[in-house]
């Protein structure tokens, strides 16, 4: 009813012939470089374009489903919308342009960190009395400590 299997290794032409055990793993690391590439150029472009020196906090990061609107503070005072420049005096009509839920639309204010605070305070403001009321202000991760230092 069974076959016997020889320990011999007799089969076709009497060689020694075991089943490769080995898994190739060459096309797993060429897919995982790959990846590694597409995610290393496509990073930068999913982060606001204004480059900003964001003050550092220890405050956990908010988990949302969709793109809030964000206003930046350059360290020279100027004020964006989104990735374009707008006056102060423009921002809040701007705004309800685009604001999908009216005044109830998240908005993020980005300030430099070598910005005047009393800059950003104004923001926030303008932002208040034209009815917005869910504003947070974005921080940057708080810096990263040496084993050593306290």
């Given amino acids: ?13 009497g060689g020694k012939r075991r089943p490769l055990a080995e898994i190739n ?16 150029v496509t990073a930068p472009l999913l982060s606001p374009g ?3 020196d964001l ?17 930046t ?4 005072g100027r004020i964006y919308l989104m990735n374009t420049p707008v006056a102060a005096d423009d ?3 701007r705004l309800k342009a685009i604001a999908e839920n009216g005044n109830d639309e998240r908005i993020y204010v980005r300030g430099d960190a070598a910005v005047a605070y009393g800059r950003v305070i104004e923001v926030m403001g303008i932002l208040n009395a034209a009815g917005f009321t869910k ?6 991760p708080p810096p990263v400590q040496k084993p050593n230092e306290k």
């Fill in 1 to 13: 009813m069974g076959a016997a299997v020889s320990s011999s290794g007799g089969g076709r032409r």
């Fill in 25 to 40: 793993v060459t096309p797993f690391v060429d897919v995982m470089l790959v990846l590694l590439i597409i995610f290393m």
């Fill in 50 to 52: 204004i480059p900003v």
């Fill in 55 to 71: 003050p550092k906090s220890n405050a956990k990061p908010m988990s949302e489903n969709r793109e809030p609107l964000s206003i």
């Fill in 73 to 76: 503070v350059k360290k020279d």
């Fill in 91 to 93: 921002l809040v009509a």
């Fill in 135 to 140: 504003v947070g202000l974005v921080t940057g």
